[in-house]
């Protein structure tokens, strides 16, 4: 089977060619149209905040002017690429490399160092995602602070749990997969020859699935990739015992799956109709609402640490956004001081207590504002608990976690339906992930 590579332009040529856009986006001077003709230092950011905040800080520098721009990739690539006209800005974590590569990102190391607020001390590992030596994620210089990022939990329907008699997840102690498949299959409900509550969605339909398959190599003493990350290899034992689980989940008929799919757009919306018992996802989906079906956070809903694969407990962020500066800003020391009043000040305090998501420092763990509703507080609760487990897991930076997201669900699916025995289709796809690491790593 030949894995088909989705059409999507490469980081590395998007970046040129928003370069040669450089005259049109930022010659019509629309870009400082509203900054006036004064003489005062201008901080230019593209951060999404309410504008309070913003007059808040600009308090503290009654000389400062500051432009905030909506956000918008392009335009963020094109300021960047001709090295003016941005001095904060937001970006994901995957940009690190290609962004470094390109020398557009300020070096934070020596901020955070000297600084009583921020030093790395206080900084928890989800912000290691913005670390980059040239070759290997996670190390060397630090080019960003983690803004948001979202945890993977085990989500479950307390009612769908209470209507079949069976005891709720521990919220402190994880399950095995096996206890977690066989919980999938107790929990599943049919009618006739259909499916009427599915028992377990296990991160398949809910964008996790990469970032479960490193974690749980991880737990197990093992690495999909090779040490410098330019090599993964989906034949070893371990990993192929992952992918057989997926199979046997599939082929168990408990889950929306190639085999048993469900007629939504969104698994989200089984979970939030009583139709879906458990679900691994992240806590983004603690904010996605819909006046269609009840909030994903409605007290019907309990939360439990992820299964765990191997011997060694650990977990970390999939995903996450960060908040840098340009290398060529002219007002760095001021920049820093607004990602200091970002990440730990009133915005991140604000945060906390309307969401119940963690921070990502260690002195805003214990807010003076706790969350104030149930949800929030249970959500809070769950997520402070999983902290002494959290690290920094080892994701490739030479290949998009959707390119890979795809590509493993691709051959996943030819085995799930028979198809293509296991064997080959993990040695077809070390050999397709291979190429595209080869060539994520030729771009930098």
């Known amino acids: 089977m030949e894995i088909s590579s989705p059409s ?3 980081r590395r040529h998007f970046l040129a060619y928003s370069a040669r856009l450089l005259g049109t986006a930022l010659g019509a001077g629309s870009l400082f149209s509203a900054c006036g003709s004064g003489t005062e230092p201008l901080l230019t950011i593209m951060v999404n905040m309410p504008s309070h905040y913003l007059t808040e800080f600009q308090k503290r520098y009654p000389s400062l002017r500051i432009l905030q721009q909506p956000e918008n990739r392009t335009k963020l690539i094109t300021s960047l690429m001709g090295r003016v006209g941005i001095d904060v800005f937001e970006y994901v974590d995957e940009d690190v490399p290609v962004f470094a590569h390109e020398g557009v990102l300020a070096d934070l190391s020596s901020y955070s160092a000297k600084d009583p607020i921020l030093p790395p001390s206080n900084l928890l590992p989800v912000n290691d995602a913005y670390r980059w030596n040239g070759t ?3 190390q060397g210089p630090r080019y960003a602070l983690a803004s948001s990022w979202s945890y993977p939990l085990l989500w479950f329907n307390k009612t769908l749990f209470d209507q079949q008699g069976i005891s709720y997840p521990s919220e402190t102690v994880p399950m095995s997969y096996d206890k977690l498949l066989a919980l999938g299959r107790r929990l599943t409900v049919h009618e006739g020859n259909e499916i009427r509550v599915y028992g377990l969605e296990p991160g398949w339909n809910t964008g996790m699935l ?3 398959l490193v974690q749980n190599l991880a737990q ?3 690495s999909l990739f090779s040490s410098d990350q330019t090599r993964a290899d989906f034949t070893t034992p371990q990993a192929k015992e992952l992918l057989q689980w997926y199979v046997t989940w599939a082929q168990a008929g408990i889950g929306p799956s190639p085999v048993t799919p469900a007629n939504v757009t969104n698994v989200q919306i089984l979970y939030r109709q009583g139709k879906l018992a458990m679900m691994i996802a992240d806590t983004s989906v603690a904010g996605i609402s819909s006046p269609l079906v009840p909030s994903p956070l409605s007290s019907q809903t309990g939360f439990a640490p992820l299964p765990q694969w191997g011997a060694r407990r ?16 002219q007002h760095k020391d001021v920049a820093w001081k607004f990602l200091e009043y970002y990440t730990a000040g009133p915005p991140a305090q604000d945060r906390i207590a309307a969401t119940g998501l963690l921070p990502v420092v260690r002195s805003l763990l214990h807010p003076v504002q706790q969350p104030t509703a149930a949800q929030h507080q249970l959500l809070w609760r769950i997520l402070e608990q999983q902290l002494p487990y959290n690290t920094a897991l080892p994701f490739s930076p030479y290949i998009h976690r959707g390119d890979m997201i795809a590509a493993i669900e691709q051959s ?4 799930m339906q ?3 025995p296991l064997d080959e289709m993990a040695r077809q796809l070390t050999e397709t992930v291979n190429q595209r690491l080869k060539e994520g790593k030729q771009a930098l």
């Open 8 to 10: 999507t332009l490469s």
């Open 136 to 138: 290997v994620l996670g």
């Open 210 to 212: 990469y970032g479960l």
């Open 220 to 222: 197990a003493g093992t």
């Open 314 to 329: 650990l977990t970390g962020c999939f995903a996450s956004q960060g908040i840098g500066l340009a290398a060529f800003s």
């Open 412 to 415: 996943l699916t030819a085995v």
């Open 418 to 420: 028979g198809q293509m």
